[in-house]
Nanobody
Framework: QVQLVESGGGLVQPGGSLRLSCAAP????????MGWYRQAQGKQRELVAI???????RYTDSVKGRFSISRDNAKNTVALQMNSLKPEDTAVYYC??????????WGQGTQVTVSS
């Protein structure tokens, strides 16, 4: 059973910053694309950012220039640095590990709330 362990969510004021982190087993990390998704209340889960094992990166348009995804291959972690947060960024954020083929894995989710 592959377990992804997330940390770093919380409550922040608009304009503030948060950093999410996700730890994955070393057995999958090097080969998998690692990403972050989010699901706001009443909405579908959406991709926020993804970074492949070869380093290619993709962001959803609404977070470009504000969020940054990074991988630490030595520590088997992927982080999402979120700056200039807006109330519309409020959601449960999920870490995702996706292989070239086969089963993908999800973290348990961490709540991010942007509110004054």
């Amino acid at each position: 059973q592959v377990q992804l362990v997330e940390s770093g969510g919380g409550l922040v004021q608009p304009g503030g910053s948060l950093r999410l982190s996700c730890a994955a087993p070393g057995s999958i990390f090097s080969m998998y694309a690692m990403g972050w998704y989010r699901q706001a209340q009443g909405k579908q889960r959406e991709l926020v950012a993804i970074k492949t094992s070869s380093g290619n990166t993709r962001y959803t348009d609404s977070v470009k220039g504000r969020f940054s995804i990074s991988r630490d291959n030595a520590k088997n972690t992927v982080a999402l640095q979120m700056n200039s947060l807006k109330p519309e960024d409020t959601a449960v954020y999920y870490c995702n590990a996706r292989p070239p083929s086969g089963k993908e894995y999800w973290g348990q989710g961490t709540q991010v709330t942007v509110s004054s």
